[in-house]
């Protein structure tokens, strides 16, 4: 069964992995509220099971939702010149931005998730799925894509229409193959299969089924072109062409995969984004709560061009010299690079499991929160967001209700080596503010100018292509789970 979801986002895309299914949008206030209810997936559902639905939580405007952003219209402005930049900000930042939960014994209170682009077509994607399992556990996948190198929104499209589709596919799959045993209590569904129990049980063999997902992805990407080019009916030049163009460029991709019954976490991630999670750790002598960080992937980056060892994509760097050197003299493709990379680039993801505890909260984000946030702010940050219960912070008051200034040393998580480019680069004093009732878009406020609303409407103001001189695409998504303390 696909759980119920209840969400404001303003534009919401269901896909299915076979056909396309009617779904109803009530649309109050400009926001938009949705119920869905489907059936338990049983263990020996197929990979083409039509009810694997999949939501993309950020689309591109255009949606049968109308945008939210006149509920962030303040009623009672500033003065003039300051009202305008405090309005701009909340639109910049609301356009493509929304709070939801799911119905169901989930595990998780919330999930937050926003996007703001510099590029256009923008770069970054953020897809959910939610099903009750017949074992009676819940399985939640968020994944959060990023493509660089100029066209890899089209590497990005491609890969996110079917990387979460065949994630969830294959982790099904894996569910056929163990029957129920009372015995192997720590795989959460009660299930084992003899051969991955020897070899680490169920945890294991989805590990290994992530990591093969993803490189299954990859070389159907990057290698079944350039099969067509050895077919004995080869396609034609311009088909080659359109096939081959998802292959060039790269993306990033990272995959949180919720098991709830045992409380397990497993985070899939290859390139540039990055997951991590905040744990209570204890209440100063004021008495607010504190956070600890746990890093939950691997930052792939190397010396090597384009400055990534794992990624999709990037097939000038994992074909052959004679494909290569065929594509440049048949199809006006690139030189070949004469000389080949030290350590391959390949897209087998790191894989991190990490038990859930009560209270604890999963930040995913691209490159652009972390060029400008350290982990230790990002947790420090949504400690507070959750410290001062925002949820119920009003749209409509102005910023100048919200005076207090925070800096990273008044968060409530320790502070970190700072590493961080983007202030340094701005030339701007990290300075947080907590004014949203969105912790995703807290997030990407104070990633960019934070308490300098000024600086911040400044970077919103300007629009592809010059944007992305100035900052990076910010798409973050923030997972609550239940506090059961």
């Given at each position: 069964?696909?759980?119920?979801?209840?969400?404001?986002?303003?534009?919401?895309?269901?896909?299915?992995?076979?056909?396309?299914?009617?779904?109803?949008?009530?649309?109050?206030?400009?926001?938009?509220?949705?119920?869905?209810?489907?059936?338990?997936?049983?263990?020996?559902?197929?990979?083409?099971?039509?009810?694997?639905?999949?939501?993309?939580?950020?689309?591109?405007?255009?949606?049968?939702?109308?945008?939210?952003?006149?509920?962030?219209?303040?009623?009672?402005?500033?003065?003039?010149?300051?009202?305008?930049?405090?309005?701009?900000?909340?639109?910049?930042?609301?356009?493509?931005?929304?709070?939801?939960?799911?119905?169901?014994?989930?595990?998780?209170?919330?999930?937050?998730?926003?996007?703001?682009?510099?590029?256009?077509?923008?770069?970054?994607?953020?897809?959910?799925?939610?099903?009750?399992?017949?074992?009676?556990?819940?399985?939640?996948?968020?994944?959060?894509?990023?493509?660089?190198?100029?066209?890899?929104?089209?590497?990005?499209?491609?890969?996110?229409?079917?990387?979460?589709?065949?994630?969830?596919?294959?982790?099904?799959?894996?569910?056929?193959?163990?029957?129920?045993?009372?015995?192997?209590?720590?795989?959460?569904?009660?299930?084992?299969?003899?051969?991955?129990?020897?070899?680490?049980?169920?945890?294991?063999?989805?590990?290994?089924?992530?990591?093969?997902?993803?490189?299954?992805?990859?070389?159907?990407?990057?290698?079944?072109?350039?099969?067509?080019?050895?077919?004995?009916?080869?396609?034609?030049?311009?088909?080659?062409?359109?096939?081959?163009?998802?292959?060039?460029?790269?993306?990033?991709?990272?995959?949180?995969?919720?098991?709830?019954?045992?409380?397990?976490?497993?985070?899939?991630?290859?390139?540039?984004?990055?997951?991590?999670?905040?744990?209570k750790s204890g209440l100063k002598e004021n008495g607010h709560q504190t956070y600890t960080v746990h890093v939950l992937s691997e930052d792939h980056t190397s010396a090597?061009?384009?400055?990534?060892?794992?990624?999709?994509?990037?097939?000038?760097?994992?074909?052959?010299?004679?494909?290569?050197?065929?594509?440049?003299?048949?199809?006006?493709?690139?030189?070949?690079?004469?000389?080949?990379?030290?350590?391959?680039?390949?897209?087998?993801?790191?894989?991190?499991?990490?038990?859930?505890?009560?209270?604890?909260?999963?930040?995913?984000?691209?490159?652009?929160?972390?060029?400008?946030?350290?982990?230790?702010?990002?947790?420090?940050?949504?400690?507070?967001?959750?410290?001062?219960?925002?949820?119920?912070?009003?749209?409509?008051?102005?910023?100048?209700?919200?005076?207090?200034v925070i800096l990273p040393s008044d968060l409530p998580a320790p502070i970190g080596q700072d590493n961080t480019t983007m202030y340094k680069r701005w030339g701007v004093?990290?300075?947080?503010?907590?004014?949203?009732?969105?912790?995703?878009?807290?997030?990407?406020?104070?990633?960019?100018?934070?308490?300098?609303?000024?600086?911040?409407?400044?970077?919103?103001?300007?629009?592809?292509?010059?944007?992305?001189?100035?900052?990076?695409?910010?798409?973050?998504?923030?997972?609550?789970?239940?506090?059961?303390?």
């Amino acid at each position: 069964m696909l759980h119920r979801l209840r969400c404001s986002f303003p534009h919401v895309v269901r896909s299915l992995k076979s056909r396309q299914r009617p779904f109803l949008g009530l649309a109050i206030a400009t926001v938009g509220t949705f119920f869905y209810s489907r059936r338990v997936i049983q263990a020996d559902s197929s990979e083409d099971d039509p009810e694997l639905v999949i939501y993309t939580l950020l689309s591109q405007p255009g949606s049968i939702i109308a945008s939210p952003t006149t509920l962030y219209r303040s009623s009672n402005p500033d003065p003039e010149e300051k009202a305008d930049e405090q309005t701009m900000v909340r639109m910049g930042l609301g356009a493509l931005a929304g709070y939801g939960t799911i119905e169901g014994n989930t595990g998780i209170r919330r999930f937050d998730a926003t996007s703001v682009p510099s590029s256009a077509p923008r770069l970054n994607n953020t897809l959910l799925s939610s099903n009750k399992m017949s074992t009676n556990s819940s399985w939640t996948i968020f994944t959060l894509h990023e493509g660089f190198l100029g066209s890899g929104w089209f590497n990005m499209e491609v890969l996110s229409r079917s990387l979460h589709a065949a994630v969830l596919g294959n982790l099904v799959g894996l569910l056929s193959r163990y029957e129920h045993s009372p015995e192997h209590s720590d795989v959460g569904s009660m299930m084992a299969y003899a051969e991955e129990a020897e070899e680490g049980g169920f945890d294991n063999a989805v590990c290994q089924t992530l990591k093969q997902t993803f490189l299954d992805m990859d070389n159907l990407m990057i290698h079944r072109p350039i099969e067509l080019l050895a077919s004995r009916e080869p396609l034609s030049k311009p088909s080659i062409i359109a096939s081959i163009g998802a292959a060039i460029p790269g993306s990033s991709a990272l995959v949180a995969f919720y098991d709830h019954e045992p409380r397990k976490l497993r985070v899939a991630n290859t390139g540039s984004t990055r997951a991590i999670l905040g744990r209570k750790s204890g209440l100063k002598e004021n008495g607010h709560q504190t956070y600890t960080v746990h890093v939950l992937s691997e930052d792939h980056t190397s010396a090597m061009a384009p400055g990534l060892s794992r990624a999709f994509g990037l097939g000038p760097y994992k074909w052959s010299f004679d494909v290569q050197k065929q594509l440049h003299k048949d199809f006006m493709g690139d030189p070949p690079l004469n000389s080949p990379l030290k350590a391959p680039i390949t897209a087998e993801p790191s894989v991190t499991t990490i038990d859930v505890q009560p209270g604890d909260f999963l930040v995913m984000g691209t490159s652009g929160l972390w060029n400008s946030l350290t982990n230790e702010e990002v947790v420090g940050l949504v400690g507070l967001w959750v410290n001062r219960n925002m949820t119920s912070a009003s749209l409509d008051a102005p910023l100048s209700q919200y005076q207090d200034v925070i800096l990273p040393s008044d968060l409530p998580a320790p502070i970190g080596q700072d590493n961080t480019t983007m202030y340094k680069r701005w030339g701007v004093e990290k300075r947080f503010i907590c004014v949203d009732n969105n912790v995703a878009q807290h997030l990407s406020r104070n990633a960019l100018g934070g308490a300098d609303v000024s600086w911040t409407a400044t970077l919103l103001a300007h629009t592809p292509p010059r944007s992305a001189k100035l900052r990076d695409d910010v798409t973050v998504t923030v997972v609550l789970f239940d506090d059961n303390s």
